[in-house]
């Protein structure tokens, strides 16, 4: 299954610059139909309901950019639907692209082609893309960081969908992983009827209430609520500790130290237990795993880090959702699957406990393997007939 780490394994550059600032309109919920004739492959009708309540569709501006899956080169989408290579030459817009697509002009003349990437929707001003030239010499974009202060898009309300879409299907969620800004949902139909993303009523107002009233995680609010940042960025920016799930890591080490720890995968059941050089031993061929930092365990990286191998991958990636969802000191077989057992520790991942906790069907994608045991706001679809993508109520 293609999900979120595999699809987008490949993170964009981020850009720097001065913010750009934006004012914010409001209207009636309107649909606004993206289908039509393209000459790309693929050509899957995209319709995108603006549900906000609080943004008219004359502030609201959709950008598809990503990666033309047959020539690998980075591309976006025009307004006519066709799939078009990044060129420096873009740079038109006060040193920046605008690939964007406002809302009220689209009509009918766009489809979702075949490709990797990430629907954009930004309420109230533009976002800056610039095209820049990566190491191998070719075209690329630097996309939004709303968690980078210098960022040229720190100020400007936006969020995304990410999706691949190829001739095995389409396969798209929701992501909090970042940041979170705006309430999406997405509807694929196809073979079958799907929805996920979708909020509970007042579920945006919830989500921040919960991350402003929790002591560690309130510096992670961005302005008057126009967003808030995960919590390895914000180690990053240093507005949270960089130690916070040390105690954690160091119990949980502690314990495997004398005990087994049982990891099950696709690939099988892998025993471990820590060694006299601090290392998380499994049998069965898994490589070594360090002793994991905060910054680690919130990334799913560093020791945590899971190659594409089928063995040391995805027992990575089932630590790394125990570690966030803090269920190592409460089972020694993981993954636990009842979601009831998820972030009762003292020291857990708060930020991905409140986006379940407000979101219609309990999934969210709150960090990069929130996927481990299906609870990640992902679907999938082979015969995909349309993607509906809504901007639900503000």
């Given at each position: 299954?293609?999900?979120?780490?595999?699809?987008?394994?490949?993170?964009?550059?981020?850009?720097?610059?001065?913010?750009?600032?934006?004012?914010?309109?409001?209207?009636?919920?309107?649909?606004?139909?993206?289908?039509?004739?393209?000459?790309?492959?693929?050509?899957?009708?995209?319709?995108?309901?603006?549900?906000?309540?609080?943004?008219?569709?004359?502030?609201?501006?959709?950008?598809?950019?990503?990666?033309?899956?047959?020539?690998?080169?980075?591309?976006?989408?025009?307004?006519?639907?066709?799939?078009?290579?990044?060129?420096?030459?873009?740079?038109?817009?006060g040193g920046f692209t605008d690939y964007s697509i406002p809302l009220d002009e689209v009509g009918a003349g766009l489809s979702l082609p075949f490709m990797s990437g990430r629907v954009y929707f930004a309420l109230g001003g533009k976002l800056r893309f610039k095209a820049v030239t990566d190491g191998n010499g070719d075209a690329a974009l630097q996309y939004p960081a709303g968690w980078v202060e210098s960022d040229p898009n720190y100020d400007v309300l936006h969020d995304t969908v990410e999706f691949t879409h190829n001739a095995s299907g389409m396969f798209c969620n929701t992501s909090m992983v970042d940041q979170f800004s705006v309430p999406l949902s997405i509807r694929l139909s196809g073979e079958q009827e799907q929805t996920t993303g979708t909020l509970k009523e007042g579920g945006r107002d919830a989500v921040f209430d919960a991350i402003a009233a929790d002591a560690d995680h309130s510096p992670l609010v961005v302005g008057d609520r126009l967003r808030v940042i995960a919590p390895g960025h914000g180690v990053d920016a240093g507005l949270f500790s960089g130690t916070y799930y040390d105690p954690y890591v160091d119990e949980v080490w502690a314990r495997y130290a004398a005990t087994d720890l049982s990891v099950t995968t696709n690939a099988g059941t892998f025993t471990g237990r820590v060694d006299g050089s601090g290392r998380l031993l499994f049998d069965g061929g898994v490589a070594p795993i360090a002793k994991p930092s905060t910054r680690d365990v919130f990334f799913c990286d560093g020791a945590l880090a899971a190659p594409n191998d089928g063995v040391t991958g995805p027992v990575a990636a089932v630590l790394g959702a125990a570690f966030n969802r803090s269920t190592l000191l409460d089972s020694a077989e993981q993954p636990t699957t009842d979601p009831a057992a998820f972030y009762r520790h003292a020291v857990t991942n708060t930020y991905a406990e409140v986006f379940h906790d407000n979101t219609e069907d309990g999934r969210a994608y709150g960090f990069a393997f929130d996927d481990v045991g299906g609870f990640a706001s992902y679907i999938q679809d082979h015969a995909p007939a349309s993607l509906e993508v809504t901007l639900t109520p503000f």
């Open positions: 299954m293609m999900k979120r780490r595999s699809f987008l394994g490949g993170a964009a550059l981020a850009a720097v610059g001065a913010p750009l600032l934006g004012a914010a309109g409001c209207g009636r919920p309107s649909t606004a139909s993206l289908t039509g004739g393209s000459a790309s492959a693929g050509a899957l009708p995209m319709t995108i309901v603006n549900n906000s309540g609080a943004h008219a569709d004359s502030a609201v501006r959709v950008y598809i950019v990503g990666t033309d899956l047959e020539t690998g080169r980075q591309s976006y989408v025009t307004p006519d639907g066709t799939l078009t290579p990044v060129k420096e030459a873009d740079n038109v817009d």
